[in-house]
T-cell receptor, first 113, second 113 residues
Framework: EPEVTQTPSHQVTQMGQEVILRCVPI?????FYWYRQILGQKVEFLVS????????KSEIFDDQFSVERPDGSNFTLKIRSTKLEDSAMYFC???????????FGQGTRLTVV | DAKTTQPPSMDCAEGRAANLPCNHS???????VYWYRQIHSQGPQYIIH???NNETNEMASLIITEDRKSSTLILPHATLRDTAVYYC??????????????FGQGTILTVHP
């Protein structure tokens, strides 16, 4: 069964450093998303991406965040200068055209120290 | 997207049916009811969705009231592996929202032996 793959599963970084979280969506999907979940809190929408551009973003997704689809398979989330409060699970999701359900990866646990 | 109300937690005995309620009294005509679940901080997993008719798939059944103001997710024979947080989400099926999901706190379902 096709699945969304995220790497790494766990990343520890120092405050102020840049991190790139990587995702390989399901191969024929065209809609891509990033969500995050701070420990003990709700899953929160960050950004959606379609046709090589951001289609919607939340107020969490400020100038410190960016997304990119550098090639035909990867979808990345970059945090330019990490803060302690960026520590969370980050989930990538993808959705196919004509499909209504999103498929989520297993997440990357980001710990900022 | 319409707001939903779910009980914070429920228990169910293994092998019994688990019936998870959701209220969405402000749902509009073009909004669907979606159910996802999240097992112990893994990525959310799609379960089922519906508009107004009852739906069934290999995982669960979805019963939507005639006025569409509430619904019930039924896991017919719950197993220990069904212990998870269950999210009821109401949203339009497509269009400008590009499939963004707004998660609430969900219902923590605990299946016990």
């Amino acid at each position: 069964e096709p699945e969304v793959t995220q790497t790494p599963s766990h990343q520890v970084t120092q405050m102020g450093q840049e991190v790139i979280l990587r995702c390989v969506p399901i191969s024929n999907h065209l809609y891509f998303y990033w969500y995050r979940q701070i420990l003990g809190q709700k899953v929160e929408f960050l950004v959606s991406f379609y046709n090589n551009e951001i289609s919607e973003k939340s107020e969490i997704f400020d100038d410190q965040f960016s997304v990119e689809r550098p090639d035909g398979s990867n979808f990345t989330l970059k945090i330019r200068s990490t803060k302690l409060e960026d520590s969370a699970m980050y989930f990538c999701a993808s959705r196919g055209t004509g499909s209504t359900e999103a498929f989520f990866g297993q997440g990357t646990r980001l710990t900022v120290v | 997207d319409a707001k939903t109300t779910q009980p914070p937690s429920m228990d169910c005995a293994e092998g019994r049916a688990a019936n998870l309620p959701c209220n969405h009294s402000t749902i509009s005509g073009n909004e669907y009811v979606y159910w996802y679940r999240q097992i112990h901080s893994q990525g959310p997993q799609y379960i089922i969705h519906g508009l107004k008719n009852n739906e069934t798939n290999e995982m669960a059944s979805l019963i939507i009231t005639e006025d569409r103001k509430s619904s019930t997710l039924i896991l017919p024979h719950a197993t220990l592996r069904d212990t998870a947080v269950y999210y009821c989400i109401v949203r339009v099926r497509s269009g400008t929202s590009y499939g963004k999901l707004t998660f609430g706190q969900g219902t923590i379902l605990t299946v016990h032996p």
